[in-house]
């Protein structure tokens, strides 16, 4: 299938606006601008749904499609409220399901040329591709999408940024280092999805081989707690409200130690922390 190139800036043509998938049926609109639930975070899978309610999206799609199916089910939602899905990088835990979704539920794939040479052949037949460049903000109807580069070993790995009505919401995950353009696309965000892998100590002392503590430590690999803590220092300002930590390790971390030393940046008490995990769905948080 040849893929659709969006120009920057672009609107895509031929995706139907939905209605709100988990508003009121007597709601005109929904009394926020940007919805947002991580399905799970973590090695073993990872996939997480934003909705400006009108328009719905999966940012990746790393457990197989019947999982994903039950855990939208979970929160009221469906793969039939999608309106396509965004893939971030090539790795297993982010693609397990995008084909298999994309097939039964027709939904566009929206995906890099070089991260879409490494998936497809995992992901295999989709219903339609598009491809982004990095660096080049596109809608997909009323969402402004702004994908930006990462430090991580893909092909070229992506984090994102979404815009919708002037709230901005950021993901960050599976970055070794924290760049210049990391710290400039996270800095305006309302709410922020955000790395905490590791706690440096678990992760030395731990069981894993050293050459795969030395990958998880390098500058393409995964951000610790204290380089979470240290970036959120730097960017948090008085219109974030949500920091929700997220691809924590099960072996090298713990959400009590990611909650404990990130905690540490925030001197704003309306800033409201959370942890993402493997293994069920996070909150439904909606950012006006």
């Not at 693609?95 to 979704?101: A, K, P, R, S, W």
């Not at 660096?135 to 930006?148: E, K, M, Q, R």
């Not at 503590?213 to 220092?233: D, E, F, I, M, P």
């Amino acid at each position: 299938m040849k893929p659709t190139e969006i120009p920057a800036g672009s609107g895509i043509p031929g995706v139907n606006m939905k209605k709100f998938p988990f508003s009121e049926p007597s709601q005109a609109a929904p009394d926020y601008n940007l919805a947002v639930c991580i399905l799970a975070s973590g090695s073993r899978g990872n996939a997480t749904f934003v909705s400006s309610g009108s328009t719905s999206i999966l940012i990746d799609a790393g457990l197989s499609g019947i999982e994903i199916e039950r855990r939208l089910k979970s929160k009221g939602l469906s793969p039939k409220d999608l309106d396509a899905i965004l893939v971030s990088h090539e790795h297993t835990d982010h693609i397990q399901g995008v084909g298999v979704l994309s097939r039964r539920f027709n939904l566009p794939v929206y995906i890099n040329s070089k991260t879409q040479g490494a998936a497809f052949p995992q992901i295999g037949k989709v219903h339609d591709v598009k491809n982004f460049a990095c660096g080049s903000t596109f809608l997909i109807n009323d969402l402004a999408i702004h994908p930006f580069s990462i430090s991580h070993d893909a092909e070229d790995p992506v984090g994102f940024t979404l815009n919708q009505n002037g709230t901005t919401i950021g993901i960050a995950t599976d970055l070794g280092i924290v760049t210049a353009m990391v710290k400039e696309h996270l800095k305006g965000c309302g709410l922020l999805i955000l790395e905490a892998n590791h706690d440096e100590d678990m992760l030395i002392n731990g069981p894993y081989p050293w050459s795969v503590k030395q990958r998880v430590k390098s500058r393409t690999g995964h951000l610790s707690n204290a380089a979470s803590k240290q970036l959120l220092n730097e960017i948090q300002h008085d219109r974030l409200k949500h920091v929700i930590l997220a691809h924590l390790s099960e072996t090298n971390n713990t959400p009590q130690k990611a909650v404990d030393e990130v905690g540490k940046a925030l001197n704003r008490n309306n800033v409201q922390l959370d942890v993402a995990v493997q293994h069920e769905c996070s909150a439904l948080f909606r950012i006006k």
